[in-house]
């Protein structure tokens, strides 16, 4: 799976319900304002495929991917910004 890319100056995250860093990731982009989509790996099975070749076979979330199509795995909200430019 080529995961989609994100537009300009928001991210794609994969997540899971019950994944604490996940919540607590996606409030601090809401606090600043930075977009972001969430897609379950739970719900998609491509999806965690794709989090797993990231992720050297492991489903580790949250996974972001960058409009440039990088991805980093639990990055903190200002690991984010830095690589949006915001």
């Given at each position: 799976?080529?995961?989609?890319?994100?537009?300009?100056?928001?991210v794609?995250?994969?997540?899971?319900?019950?994944?604490?860093y996940?919540?607590?990731?996606r409030?601090?982009?809401?606090?600043?304002?930075?977009?972001y989509?969430?897609?379950?790996?739970?719900?998609?099975?491509?999806?965690?495929?794709?989090?797993e070749?990231?992720?050297?076979?492991?489903?580790?979330?949250?996974?972001?991917?960058?409009?440039?199509?990088?991805?980093?795995?639990?990055?903190?909200?200002?690991?984010?910004?830095?690589?949006?430019?915001?």
């Open positions: 799976m080529t995961p989609p890319t994100p537009a300009p100056g928001s794609t995250m994969y997540s899971t319900t019950w994944c604490g996940c919540h607590r990731l409030k601090q982009l809401d606090s600043v304002g930075i977009p989509d969430v897609i379950d790996i739970e719900q998609q099975p491509d999806a965690a495929q794709f989090v070749t990231v992720n050297g076979g492991n489903q580790t979330v949250p996974t972001i991917v960058f409009p440039d199509g990088s991805a980093a795995t639990n990055p903190s909200l200002a690991q984010v910004r830095e690589r949006l430019g915001v």
